[in-house]
């Protein structure tokens, strides 16, 4: 990792975050570079999700920073951080289940003028309305062909395959043109011919320049394909490091012994 603090995109700070007496995140410091694809791992209990709702906004932090693209985003709300470029989505998709998959895209993108009625009625404005929306329309159809599911367009959302929601979902954060993707459990009861295929769009998001952390139970995708992991265990960074210098820490080997991963 480059020393350069200008190659860091997210910079979180002994990040904490009490629960009572519980601690779920304790100290927690680590940055992640421009493009980098890194994979954040750990034991269950190890403090992985409570870590990314603090930096997407959904939780609140105890104590500690967190910086994304030179700006304070702690405690932002999610909407906020979203705003600034840098995107989560969750283990379980949160579609739109009774619009369609076209029409779920369509409405990510913030700051459309359609949906101010002023502007959306009003002679000599409409124009302007039609105009972003065709747009929008357009890069949503181009989003749908980029993950091959162009053929659900016209599909209701609540009948996608659970594989099928994890790629609308990613198609949909992507319509918000952020810097940086949050990806908690991508590949959660998604079958291997739609795996495979997440993994290579992944692959050229990084290439286009996207910077992407993800959280994943499958130690084979993150072993493979992301060229840094960061290990978690009681809410502390245990191990930071490449792939194969992961696989040879004895201290991470002893945290996923004595328990289940996640």
Not at 158 to 164: E, H, I, T, V, Y
């Given at each position: 990792m480059s020393d350069s603090p200008t190659d860091v995109v997210l910079d979180v700070d002994s990040l904490e975050k009490h629960f009572g007496g519980i601690t779920a995140v304790d100290g927690a410091s680590f940055g992640i570079e421009r493009g980098e694809f890194t994979g954040l791992i750990g034991p269950n209990g190890a403090g992985k999700s409570t870590t990314f709702n603090c930096i997407a906004g959904t939780l609140s932090p105890s104590a500690g920073t967190v910086t994304f693209d030179d700006t304070d985003v702690?405690?932002?709300?999610?909407?906020?951080?979203?705003?600034?470029?840098?995107?989560?989505?969750?283990?379980?998709?949160?579609?739109?289940?009774?619009?369609?998959?076209?029409e779920n895209l369509m409405l990510a993108p913030?700051?459309?003028?359609?949906?101010?009625?002023?502007?959306?009625?009003?002679?000599?404005?409409?124009?302007?309305?039609?105009?972003?929306?065709?747009?929008?329309?357009?890069?949503?159809?181009?989003?749908?062909?980029?993950?091959?599911?162009?053929?659900?367009?016209?599909?209701?959302?609540?009948?996608?395959?659970?594989?099928?929601?994890?790629l609308l979902e990613l198609a949909r954060a992507l319509m918000t043109e952020p810097e940086m993707l949050l990806l908690d459990e991508p590949f959660a009861g998604v079958n291997p011919t739609l795996q495979n295929k997440l993994v290579e769009h992944l692959h050229d998001l990084i290439d286009d320049g996207y910077t992407v952390l993800i959280v994943e139970h499958d130690m084979d995708v993150i072993m493979n394909n992301c060229e840094r992991v960061i290990v978690m265990h009681q809410g502390q960074i245990l191990a930071d490091g490449t792939p194969a210098d992961i696989k040879g820490d004895e201290r991470v080997i002893d945290a996923y012994l004595g328990g289940d991963a996640e």
């Open positions: 702690t405690g932002m709300e999610p909407y906020q951080v979203a705003n600034q470029g840098l995107v989560r989505t969750f283990q379980i998709a949160r579609e739109l289940s009774e619009m369609t998959v076209l913030p700051g459309q003028e359609g949906e101010k009625l002023w502007k959306a009625v009003t002679p000599g404005v409409r124009s302007g309305v039609v105009d972003q929306e065709y747009d929008v329309r357009e890069r949503a159809w181009e989003m749908l062909e980029f993950f091959d599911i162009d053929h659900l367009a016209r599909e209701q959302a609540g009948n996608l395959s659970g594989g099928q929601r994890k």
